[in-house]
């Protein structure tokens, strides 16, 4: 790590790139931010053990027990700042009709005017680091460079274990390589001998992006997603906006490797809404014998046609972020060995007296903790020790069940893709699309009850096209058609299937009719069955679906009836979705594919609706 002093930055012998317009760009930041110093990351262990060092003096961090979670942190975050903030994410296109009606939009330079305020002095008292990252592989033909400029060390230590981080990247930029800016302040300045609080942030909060210039500038907050700007801003919003001018695909999947009891491998790629299920799909252990599952992502997905005509998946990510509450020894064993080995950052969990982790669903509840708001947690508490959209963030390299192929910059051939939500009535267990078009329907309809990965009301219904309603850095009806031009030029008979799956639909005592988890390998069964056409399944209005002899459900722990219920299509409840999707559609307004509107009147016609 070299370090070099503002303004300062003209002599540029000590430090680590010859790029002058990124030299240029980090002294300018630094200029207006006027931070102390200005640190370049470089991705060591060295590094990784001076500001976990860092952390912990500071209050931020606590060093967990290493018996138990070997060289791993609790950082614990300001109560006001847990999760993704949606109003507050702004798409900044030169032309508000390129952000669309699903996106906060400024005019870019009134916003550049606004933030640039904001950021005036907001890095004083403490050090900015430069910190170079790559999104997917380092050796892929074309590999996705980013430079995130931040004063927090939180962000450039979850970074590290998120992307691949430091001086490799650096050097893949080289001397005049792009790269995509990523400005991000926590926005608390610190004067001459303030002391500094265990979380700083500030109760205004912008997380922007600029779609033409390639360009993010968050401020304010330092959860995940709002401050670790090579995952939602550059692999999503960014990266989906270079993915409509070069003819791809960014997207909020996992990345799935299925093999059957003949050895045959099946990718297949699952776009489900934050806290929906996409971890632990990604990490299943399925449970009808002979079956296999290896994990290859478990959010984010970019996909593009290959040579031979089929869509390639990469996961753009090195580490998983993923939900604490819920993951347990029988949920998801795999992110359970993977924590296990350590190097991992916990945000906003409970710990316990011995000096571990724990969180609610979490085996071995122990009697007394300090909760994520540091206060005395005992079982009688009533409240939760963990806060409900706490995280894990560990190095994906650990985790037992990654395919070898994971970081193969070639990717792997995707035969399915899935669309799915959490609803508790209407959709069943799982809907086969017609054709690529009529899969793009459903996930443009896909609905979801709100979760606490972002601020609002969790429960509520909302539509969530593709798990990409917070994502996407474009209008969502050019998005639609660039899914379905996507299809149209493609050779169909090599494009991957369609399936629309919920886990989460209730019988009318609200238990899941569904045990869902590992026991979702007789659904993925049945997808690959379909797609080697060897099982039954019954056309209905809104697709096909398994006839109940079809979906293999040998041994399972759950009633026939259940079962029945989870795959009913029901007319009456499909005919009360209707209204709500032509709302939907009306939301989306005048960019509406034809091809969408062509699918919707044909289920209304299917249905007698
Ligand atoms: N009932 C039921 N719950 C599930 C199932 N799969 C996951 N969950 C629960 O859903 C929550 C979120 O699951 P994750 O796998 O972490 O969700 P995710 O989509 O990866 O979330 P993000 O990281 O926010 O994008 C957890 O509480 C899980 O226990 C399932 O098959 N059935
Ligand atoms: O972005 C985050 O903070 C976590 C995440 O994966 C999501 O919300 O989908
Ligand atoms: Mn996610």
Not at 68 to 86: I, Q
Not at 191 to 218: L, M
Not at 345 to 361: L, R
Not at 427 to 432: A, D, F, G, H, Q
Request: charged share 25%.
């Amino acid at each position: 790590m070299t370090s070099a002093t503002i303004p300062g930055l003209s002599g540029t012998d000590n430090v680590p790139t010859r790029h002058k317009e990124l030299l240029a760009w980090v002294a300018q930041v630094a200029e207006l931010t006027e931070p102390d110093s200005v640190v370049f990351a470089d991705g060591s262990d060295a590094e990784w053990e001076r500001l976990t060092g860092k952390l912990v003096e500071a209050g931020t961090f606590t060093r967990l027990n290493d018996e138990k979670k070997p060289n791993s942190f609790l950082g614990n975050s300001d109560p006001s700042d847990v999760a993704r903030v949606e109003s507050r994410t702004y798409i900044c296109s030169k032309e508000e009709i390129d952000a669309g009606p699903t996106n906060n939009w400024m005019e870019p330079s009134e916003m550049r005017t606004l933030m640039s305020d904001l950021y005036r002095g907001c890095m004083r008292g403490r050090t900015m680091y430069v910190v170079p990252f790559c999104m997917g592989p380092l050796d892929a033909a074309d590999p996705k460079l980013g430079v995130e400029l931040t004063d927090s060390e939180y962000v450039v230590v979850s970074m590290r274990v998120m992307t691949r981080m430091g001086q490799a990247a650096l050097d893949k930029i080289g001397d005049d390589g792009f790269y995509v800016k990523a400005l991000h302040s926590l926005g608390a300045p610190l004067a001459e001998g303030q002391a500094d609080v265990p979380w700083p942030c500030n109760d205004t909060k912008y997380i922007t992006h600029f779609p033409e210039d390639r360009e993010i500038w968050s401020y304010g907050s330092g959860y995940g997603g709002n401050a670790l700007l090579g995952k939602k801003c550059y692999s999503l919003r960014i990266a989906s906006a270079m993915a409509h001018d070069e003819g791809w695909l960014a997207e909020h999947m996992l990345i799935l490797k299925l093999i059957s009891p003949e050895d045959k491998a099946y990718y297949i790629a699952a776009a489900f809404p934050s806290a929906c299920g996409k971890t632990n799909l990604a990490m299943i252990q399925p449970t009808i014998p002979g079956w296999r599952a290896e994990t290859i992502g478990d959010d984010i997905a970019w996909m593009r046609f290959g040579e031979d005509g089929r869509l390639y998946a990469v996961n753009p990510e090195y580490g998983f972020f993923g939900v604490a509450p819920g993951t347990n020894w029988d949920s998801n064993p795999n992110a359970m060995k993977t924590i296990d080995q350590g190097n991992s950052v916990f945000t906003n969990v409970g710990m316990t007296d011995d000096g571990d982790v724990w969180w609610e669903g979490l085996e071995g509840k122990p009697d007394h903790l300090i909760d994520w708001k540091g206060n005395d947690w005992t079982p009688e508490s009533g409240t939760d020790a963990a806060h409900p959209n706490s995280r894990y963030c560990v190095p994906m390299a650990q985790c037992p069940s990654m395919a070898p192929e994971w970081d193969d910059p070639k990717g792997v051939p995707i035969s399915a893709i899935l669309f799915g939500g959490r609803r508790k009535t209407t959709v069943p267990l799982v809907t086969e699309a017609r054709d690529w078009q009529h899969g793009v329907f459903m996930g443009a309809t896909v609905g979801s009850e709100q979760t606490a990965a972002a601020e609002g009301t969790v429960g509520t219904v909302r539509r969530d096209p593709m798990a990409m309603l917070p994502f996407l850095g474009y209008n969502v009806g050019d998005y639609f058609q660039h899914w379905i031009d996507l299809g149209k030029n493609a050779d169909e008979s090599k494009l991957p299937k369609v399936f629309y799956v919920n886990w989460f639909r209730r019988g009318d005592d609200k238990r899941f009719l569904w045990p869902g988890f590992g026991e979702n390998s007789r659904v993925l069964k049945w997808i690959v069955e379909r797609i080697e056409h060897k099982a039954a399944g019954i056309e209905t209005p809104i697709g096909v679906v398994p006839t109940a002899e079809a979906l293999d459900i040998d041994g399972l722990d759950t009633t026939v009836e259940d079962v029945a219920e989870a795959l009913a299509v029901n007319s009456d409840e499909w005919k009360a979705e209707i209204p709500l999707i032509q709302e939907w559609f009306d939301f989306v307004g005048e960019k509406l594919p034809t091809g969408i509107q062509d699918e919707f009147d044909a289920l209304k016609q299917r249905l007698g609706a």
